[in-house]
């Protein structure tokens, strides 16, 4: 499934990456965490699944940022994937959004 991670680095370097998205469990990799939870947002018309650490926060280095239509911010580095089907399984990100979008 196709994603975006857009990860931040202990100097506030943030960099965008394309990757595809085999299991739940690369999640963990790609956001560099133990615990990550997903909030859901609305950006151009699509609703979106943004995964986050969990205990983003609470590490030194991290920035918050204000992401899409959540009303709060997120910290460390994140996945961006498409929203969720009719049985709750993850999709990929729409064609029609790229890493300019992000």
């Given at each position: 499934?196709?994603?975006?991670?857009?990860?931040?680095?202990?100097?506030?370097?943030?960099?965008?990456?394309?990757?595809?998205?085999?299991?739940?469990?690369?999640?963990?990799?790609l956001?560099?965490?133990?615990?990550?939870?997903?909030?859901?947002?609305?950006?151009?018309?699509?609703?979106?699944?943004?995964?986050?650490?969990?205990?983003?926060?609470?590490?030194?280095?991290?920035?918050g940022?204000?992401?899409?239509?959540?009303?709060?911010?997120?910290?460390?580095?994140?996945?961006?994937?498409?929203?969720?089907?009719?049985?709750?399984?993850?999709?990929?990100?729409?064609?029609?959004?790229?890493?300019?979008?992000?």
């Amino acid at each position: 499934m196709r994603a975006i991670v857009c990860k931040i680095d202990n100097r506030g370097f943030e960099t965008l990456q394309e990757v595809n998205i085999k299991s739940y469990k690369d999640y963990y990799e790609l956001i560099d965490c133990s615990y990550f939870d997903v909030v859901r947002i609305e950006y151009q018309g699509h609703e979106l699944s943004v995964y986050c650490d969990d205990e983003g926060m609470l590490k030194s280095g991290n920035l918050g940022r204000i992401i899409g239509s959540y009303p709060n911010p997120i910290f460390g580095s994140i996945v961006i994937t498409g929203g969720v089907d009719e049985e709750g399984d993850t999709l990929g990100l729409p064609d029609e959004l790229t890493m300019l979008d992000i």
